[in-house]
């Protein structure tokens, strides 16, 4: 439903900052290079042909057994031409980051503050990277697979972190 | 950054590929150096396979799933099921895969209309006279007929569900309970019995719709293999009775690990429920058990969840880690200090890898010990399919790591009845010692200090003055070596039994109380550098880290 | 009406508020925390507050007090079991859920047109009835707490009739669990188009009687006018969606710019506001709620006769006659409960219009019964995260309005 901002992220970038671009069941998806995640983004919402200025969702997913582990997973959507666009930036384990759009979206504060609390991804930039859906003394990120579903942590108070008392 | 832009191609699905058999550290055996390749094209793609390879495997691996219940790798084909019939052009009538070799330039059709037709009215046919057991079979879940039906027949009875009886639950062996309605005829059992045991002890009987799978005359499903038929049966006709209704399928766990039986080493999985064993089934190894295990071996997890010594003990007294841990130091030093010569330590042919590395540590480089002697299971019966006559997992490498040091349990008796020794530490203790296995026990009444590291209570662990517990096989990380030298890996699949710590982890405590200044984290770590100490562990390896695999997320097996 | 003039400017930015009231107090900042446990604040949230006197200097907004794991939970579940915990999501209108997340799966399978099309009408009717009571809560609670208690009870009183009837469909008043992949899990009971035209008349009349008491009141009017103010880009940027979005003028709605089921064949109308403001919201849903009931009397009038499932035994469980007697049924169903449905591995981000705004369903299947991931995009999550931003300038009492018409549901908005 969206090809044209496939063919257009081809067409602006040449370098190699599209990975990969693909459909299924509809949905267009692209594949970016971490380090030119923010680029592409604000490419998007600029660009006069693809305009994608309200940005859905922003999560990741957790692949486990493959290099790099995590995909940060973007939907975007463009309420002037109505279509729709997701993209993937991956993210190895070892080097946990990628950079914020929360400049180019601010409603994208939450959800990255979110992926950041459940999947332990830190977005360079961020104005206020802190956890938002466990409580601050929570330890690891209980979305990762290897998180087993029945980890009792009880809450064990510690000062001196964000968002605590004292 | 390239110069020329790259052509994107709209990738069609998803982009990371999931499902099965798209692991990307999916190994297969590589084939031998020669081996003449051909092209096979299955369903219009080009693929390279072995010259003479046999076509359902390929079909299997370009991803064509072609369901079959009578084949298996291990096995010879009859091709009977008929389940695997595809399209080659060129012939007249589809043929099955199982059967055919791969020819250069063959086509084949896995998923023509006319094949998909076939497989569901073979799928309409067996399940004619199925019975509705679906909710009392313990195959449930792992059920290949189960698994065909969902993913290539999808349609209602057609008849008028009148099926033909046969006999139930019917014992036709020491382990094995058959129920002949759930048969499907496909023979695996048969040739297990026939190929890989060398005792055909089941056959088929009747004709037509009253074929039934049963004993040869005057015979019983006795051999010493018989369990490998409930493996391979793909539907729930032949039932352990040690695993009937012991646990559904989906609720069990599976960690890869090697059986401790004997020196044969057969790989395995571990089936856990509720961090309990519930089960053995074996781990294809192409170089080591194929794809079978001896029965005796199955029952191995057994031990591990009777009689285990819980706690430490000191004079027969439960006591905690730390004061246990000084009480041996306390009794082994004041032996050591008067006396060093008359301090024995015993290594087991049990233990891992990891634990006689840490063991040897102690005992001859830091506390230069002299006598050391080697105990392990008495010999048994073997055979020349699988069961060797060494019992015990590790002999190959308690001896690389003794290097030449470690006597036998005779030297130990005589050097006990002459009072040579005074204090002897016994590291891996499971009824050999204490002569539980019939030999008689050792004259041990002469000891000043005797500190026992066991798995389970035994006579011996009563008497000692210092009894630890160690963690069994089933719960710790390690390596053993059989008796061709591979070194194989056991992972733990169940929690360590009451307070019991890994041996090596023990031996740490101990021998920092006794001066032994190094540190040992974690079994990985004590494997690393015993690999490159030992010579005949160089090219061992540790594997990959992965997490339990939830059988409920599998289909059937075999 | 001078003392929202007052706010209103304030709000703008037009004039400094000590040239209209007097000389300034002496103030100093005091943090201030309402909740989690705050007869105003819906669900369980905790707002952290730096006032100076009564004025907002700083919000923080913490949500997380309802999480219960949602995602971490559907990952072990099948299909079929993930649809009791998207009944916990947005829980005043659970039909919403469960519609957008049996669309997300059903568009993986592929089988979006074999749903049948009585089940695609009942859908639409009982997604809109949960629409009109997700709107009655979040109408009720928020005039209640600003003094309105007659509003709430009424509006309760109305929100009954409605969770009376889906009682009657479902078996359950608020945990329904209603659909299932293929369809819908039982028919409508008969009777029920008659019942539900009933209700829907008296339904007009009670909020013909709301509409007298609040709208065109002093003290609602002055609590609401002019009170926290988003303008459209602010919406788009900040990613609003549903009433909240459309009162600053964002016309979007999932139904009309990307109609699904059977929406687009039904005449209705999306409310837009203008100003942005408290009251816009207030009565975007007020006409939403009359537009959905257009659509209910429509579809009731036009709903075809027919199976209220899919007949495929890998989709959708055999009937129990024949699960008993025959063997292939027999597997099905073990298949079905065990395994769960086998969905192709893929991906897909499915969206609905749910009661706070695009309700966003993101599936990700490795082919086996249980999805890899699956991921809610809650609409309120978005709505929420803007207030930090807005309630900056706002009084204390300002907090309560605002934070009634953002619709907060702890349970969407933390899973």
Partial sequence: ?166 | MSDEPTTLKMVEGAPVPMGPGTESDLSLPALPAGTEMVNVIIDGRAHQVAKGANLLEACNSAGANVPYFCYHPGLSSPAVCRQCLVDVKGQPKPVPSCYTPCTDKMEVTTASPRVLDIRRQMLEFTLLNHPIDCPICDKAGECSLQQHYFDWDAKFARNDGVKVEKAKAVDIGKHIVLDQERCILCSRCIRVCAEVAKQPELTMAMRGDHEVLTTAPGRRLDNPYSLNTVDVCPVGALTSKDFRFASRVWELTSTPSVCPGCSTGCNIEVHTGKEEVKRLVPRPNDKVNKYWMCDEGRFTYKRTQTDRLGVPFVDGVPTEWDAALDQAKARLQSVLDKNPGAVGVVFSAQSTNEDLYVAAQLAFDHLGLKRAYLAGRDQGWHDDILVSADRNPNTAGAIAIGGGRLKSLIDLSQDLKKGELKALLVIGEDGVLAGDAGSAALPLQGLEALVVLAWCRDSLVDSAHVALPLAAWTEVDGTFTNKQGFVQRVRPAAPAAGDSLPTWEVLGHLGRRLGLAKDFTSARSVFLEAKQKLAYMKDADWGKTSLPVHLRFANSRG | METSLTSRRLVLGVQEPEDLDGPDLPTEPMPLNMGPAHPAMHGTVRMVLDVEGEKITNADIQVGYLHRCFEKESEYATYTQIFPYTDRLNYVSPMLNNVGYAMAVEKLLGICEKVPERAQYIRVIVGEMSRITDHMTCLGAGAMELGAFTVFLYMLKAREWLYELLEEVSGARLTHSYLRIGGVSADLPDGFAGKLLARIAEIREVLKDVSKLLDTNRIFRDRMDGIAIITKSEAIAWGLTGPMGRSTGFEYDVRKDHPYLVYDRFDFDVPVGSVGDNFDRYMVRVEEMHQSMRIIEQALATIPDGPVIMNDPRIALPPKAETYNSIEAMIAHFKLIMDGIHVPPGEIYSFTEGGNGELGFYIVSDGTGRPWKCRVRPPCFANISILNHILKGLFIADIVPTFGMANMIGGECDR
């Avoid at chain 1, 991956?90 to 950079?99: A, I, Q, S």
């Avoid at chain 1, 104005?127 to 998180?147: A, C, Q, S």
């Fill in chain 1, 1 to 166: 439903m969206a090809k044209i901002i496939l063919e257009r992220l081809a067409a602006a970038f040449t370098g190699g900052e599209i990975e990969q671009i693909g459909t299924q069941h509809g949905n267009e998806w692209a594949r970016v290079r971490r380090a030119d995640w923010k680029r592409v983004a604000q490419f998007l919402r600029d660009d006069p042909t693809t305009k994608m200025d309200f940005a859905s969702d922003l999560t990741a997913v957790d692949r486990l057994t493959r290099e790099p582990r995590f995909d940060v997973v973007l939907h975007l959507y463009s309420t002037v031409k109505k279509h729709r666009v997701r993209l993937y930036a991956g993210v190895p384990e070892g080097d946990c980051t990628l950079d914020t759009v929360v400049d180019v979206w601010p409603g994208m504060n939450w959800f990255e503050r979110e992926a950041y609390d459940l999947y332990g991804v830190r977005f360079t930039g961020h104005p206020d990277l802190r956890r938002i859906l466990m409580y601050t003394e929570f330890v690891g990120h209980p979305l990762r697979k290897d998180y087993p579903k029945e980890k009792r942590q009880p809450l064990v108070r510690r000062s001196g972190l964000p968002g605590t008392l004292e």
